[in-house]
């Protein structure tokens, strides 16, 4: 059986944050069953940010993509190319990382500098304006 619960230090002790799943965890042990207890430390960034996926394919993507005449998919892979490209120095490939894709290992922050970075590319090449995601509605 393999389980995994959020937890954070508080007053020199652990404190358990999703009580349910532990305590289903919990009763479905046998008595005097041994156990490991392994602790890792969360992840220091978020990387999940589907109000944001959603925003730049919605509107962002969707807005380009009218005004150039390719598909919302085209128009995401060339970007993610011309903004997040790079050449591996050890290898010689060009690499183009993940951007809302569950494997992304981008976080947060660089999701949105990628998708304000898009905007100011549409605003300077199309000259086309991209409402900011509180205004826009989609």
Known sequence: MKAKFRALKRKGRMAIIDHAPLGETVRAMR????????????????????????????????MIAEETGHSRDSIHEALKRKILGYVDERTGLEMVPSVFSDGSRLTVGEKKAFVDEVRRWAADFLNLWIPEPESAVY
Do not use: H, M
Request: glycine share 4%.
């Open 31 to 62: 008595e005097g069953e041994r156990f490991s207890l392994i602790i890792e430390r969360a992840k220091d960034k978020a990387t999940i940010s589907d109000p944001l996926r959603r925003y730049y394919f919605a509107v962002v993507a969707a």
